[in-house]
């Protein structure tokens, strides 16, 4: 009895582990420019990151854990290298890419990359929220991404841009 006890434990946490999640990607296309091989690109850099304090749940004995709902993100200085991913990933693509300052003057590009992140503590950081949008000269967007780890932000699979990006930025750039 007590070994089949262990067996099944053992099976709960290996499916749970394997099984996780990295969460969702979702990308809409507005209007894909049809010179898509030639690019030139401006990544614009964020000012900083979001961080979600850690909130740990409660143990209620009849209940059992209840995960609490999170505070609301707060600006923080930035996290990680997620610009850098993004042009080592664009460039795969051919397209030059090049990091700017988001007040840099920007002339002769195809488009502009934007993005957002938004970061939560497990045990160490990991990205919560990312969104990349590609922008034409002429300021319309077209085409953005967003990966949201949220509807499985307790079983995960560390998710990090160097995971994210590449699903990401080919979702985006291929037709």
């Not at 053992?10 to 420019?33: D, E, Q, R």
């Not at 999170?70 to 200085?77: A, P, T, V």
């Not at 840099?104 to 938004?118: A, C, N, P, V």
């Amino acid at each position: 009895m007590k070994k089949n006890f262990f067996y099944l434990a053992f099976l709960a946490i290996l499916t749970i582990t394997t099984s996780s999640c990295s969460g969702t990607i979702n990308t809409v296309k507005y209007s894909v420019p049809e010179n898509i091989a030639q690019k030139k690109a401006y990544i614009v850099s964020a000012e900083n990151s979001q961080y979600i304090q850690f909130k740990p749940g409660l143990v209620l004995p009849t209940v059992g854990y209840i995960v609490l709902p999170d505070d609301s993100s707060k600006e923080h200085e930035i996290i990680g290298n997620t610009d850098l991913v993004i042009k080592n990933e664009v460039e795969k693509y051919g397209i030059k890419a090049q990091i700017v300052k988001k007040d840099d003057k920007l002339e002769d590009f195809d488009f502009l990359i934007e993005y957002h992140d938004t970061w939560r503590w497990d045990f160490k950081k990991i990205l919560d929220k990312l969104e990349i949008v590609l922008i034409s000269p002429e300021g319309t967007v077209i085409s953005k991404s967003e990966f949201n780890i949220y509807k499985n932000k307790e079983l995960h699979n560390f998710p990090s841009p160097e995971k994210e990006v590449p699903k990401m930025i080919k979702e985006l750039l291929e037709k």
